[in-house]
């Protein structure tokens, strides 16, 4: 069994190997609100206003890049969704690895401080 925790705790590597469907369970278990879409998991954030919204981003840019691993943003008045994948899975076809966990965990815990 995966736990937040455990996701918390680690740091994002280079990684070329993906987690087969079959496996991704547990991951989405430990990162509640997390959904997959295609060879990418998504979540949506909401926000009162805009000025929350880029508060948010300026506070996940740290984990972001303390991580190396940068997802796609979508950012509108009061809401921001997040799009992880990693490129270099799937003989660079890309897909869904442990670093897209880590990442959701530690900015979901981001939220959970700050925006919740």
Known sequence: ???????????????ETGLADSKLAPYFAATP???QDGPR??????????????????????????EDHHPELVVTYNRCVIKFDTHTVNDGKGGISVNDFICAAKIDAVFEQSFS
């Not at 998991?41 to 926000?47: A, L």
């Open 1 to 15: 069994m995966i736990k937040t925790t455990d996701l918390l705790a680690i740091k994002s590597q280079h990684t």
């Open 33 to 35: 609100g997390w959904e």
């Open 41 to 66: 998991i998504v979540k949506t954030y909401n926000f009162k206003n805009y000025y929350e919204t880029l508060s948010f981003i300026n506070a996940i840019a740290y984990v972001i890049h303390a």
